[in-house]
């Protein structure tokens, strides 16, 4: 049984620069979560699929972030115009029911 | 608002030693779901248990043991036994139910060393 994967697991980018990170969930779960998490910090929730309708986006989910999930499988998060303050861990988790089951993560770092 | 508090930012024992580290949740939600996550170094966040809010039976697996107590609104975890593995940060986590969505929202965590 494989786990949640991410990719790519580092980014570093310029400021202004757009970049694309990718989250394929377990098989069988048709939920999916992506989560940012700061140094020193808790995840934070930013958006939610069913399938591949989205359901919920937080408010930390700025116009400049763009999430999808195209045929119920994978999921892409895109962020555009990048700034420093984008640099965090983005974690996607994927659940059949309660128990949300995370990837490794993909640590971005703006300069 | 739904809030987790994790009052310990970080602890340091000595092998062997056993330890406990505390969780304080905030809800009006009548049911709910509470959660322990690990986080080691390579930062995969690794899913330890889940209690429902209408089980308050402790449970122990191995060294691991979890006492939630609705009256206090905490959701303790304790380590018999502690091993240099089991150094870590831990998060606790409540889901709050939106649209479906079994969101999570985290404690700030929980960073654990172990030291030989």
């Known amino acids: 049984d494989t786990g949640v994967s991410q990719d790519p697991r580092h980014k570093i980018t310029k400021r202004g620069q757009n970049v694309t990170f990718r989250c394929d969930p377990i098989?069988?779960?048709?939920?999916l979560y992506w989560y940012r998490q700061t140094l020193g910090q808790g995840p934070e929730f930013l958006t939610y699929?069913?399938?591949?309708?989205?359901?919920?986006k937080s408010r930390l989910l700025s116009d400049r972030f763009s999430a999808e999930r195209p045929k119920g499988s994978f999921s892409t998060l895109e962020i555009q115009r990048t700034e420093q303050g984008d640099s965090a861990m983005y974690l996607c988790?994927?659940?059949?029911?309660?128990?949300?089951?995370f990837g490794p993560g993909t640590r971005l770092l703006v300069l | 608002a739904q809030k987790v508090t994790q009052a310990q930012t970080e602890i340091s024992v000595v092998e062997k030693e056993d330890v406990t580290l505390d969780c304080v949740y905030e809800?009006?939600?009548?049911?709910?779901?509470l959660f322990w996550y690990k986080q080691p170094p390579s930062g995969e966040l690794v899913f330890l248990i889940r209690?429902?809010?209408?089980?308050?039976q402790n449970e122990i697996s191995g060294r691991y043991s979890w006492n939630f107590q609705k009256s206090t609104s905490s959701f303790n975890f304790t380590i018999t036994a502690s091993q240099v593995v089991d150094s870590a940060v831990y998060f606790c986590?409540?889901?709050?139910?939106?649209?479906?969505?079994?969101?999570?929202?985290f404690g700030q965590g929980t960073r654990l060393t172990i030291n030989p």
């Open positions: 098989s069988e779960h048709n939920r």
């Open positions: 809800t009006r939600d009548t049911t709910y779901y």
């Open positions: 988790a994927s659940s059949e029911q309660e128990t949300q089951y």
């Open positions: 209690r429902n809010s209408f089980d308050e």
């Open positions: 986590a409540l889901s709050e139910q939106n649209q479906g969505a079994q969101k999570l929202v």
């Open positions: 699929f069913q399938n591949e309708a989205q359901l919920e």
